[in-house]
Nanobody, 134 residues
Framework: QVQLVESGGGLVQPGGSLRLSCAAS????????IGWFRQAPGKEREGVSC????????YYADSVKGRFTISRDNANNTVYLLMNSLKPKDTAVYYCATDRLPMSHRAAKLRLGEALATEDFSGWGQGTQVTVSS
């Protein structure tokens, strides 16, 4: 079965950290750029971060730049999102997904600083809840 499974969410105090995992089964992540998105109640899903396997290029939304770090472990077919200095506004359900675009196209978009569009991604996991609250 081809699927992505997110894990690692939870309740954390402001200033705390969490590491989210996006594990793939049934296919290899080697051939895809992977994106992390989040959706807060009543808001649209927004792109948070992305990593391109072919050249290691990455993208971060301005709201998380300097606090979040995306990485991948090809041996374990998993992409991670390390979230530091968490804020209440980071509270959301976090999803990972595979990029529909070829990695070369995604890398070019990242060089131009383009934000992630949800319609460019597919294979969404079930999401993992992150709640930042004291």
């Amino acid at each position: 079965q081809v699927q992505l499974v997110e894990s690692g969410g939870g309740l954390v105090q402001p200033g705390g950290s969490l590491r989210l995992s996006c594990a793939a089964s049934g296919f290899s992540l080697d051939y895809y750029a992977i994106g992390w998105f989040r959706q807060a109640p009543g808001k649209e899903r927004e792109g948070v971060s992305c990593i391109v396997n072919s050249d290691g290029s990455t993208y971060y939304a301005d709201s998380v730049k300097g606090r979040f770090t995306i990485s991948r472990d090809n041996a374990n077919n998993t992409v991670y999102l390390l979230m530091n200095s968490l804020k209440p506004k980071d509270t959301a359900v976090y999803y990972c997904a595979t990029d529909r675009l070829p990695m070369s196209h995604r890398a070019a978009k990242l060089r131009l600083g383009e934000a992630l569009a949800t319609e460019d991604f597919s294979g969404w996991g079930q999401g993992t809840q992150v709640t930042v609250s004291s």
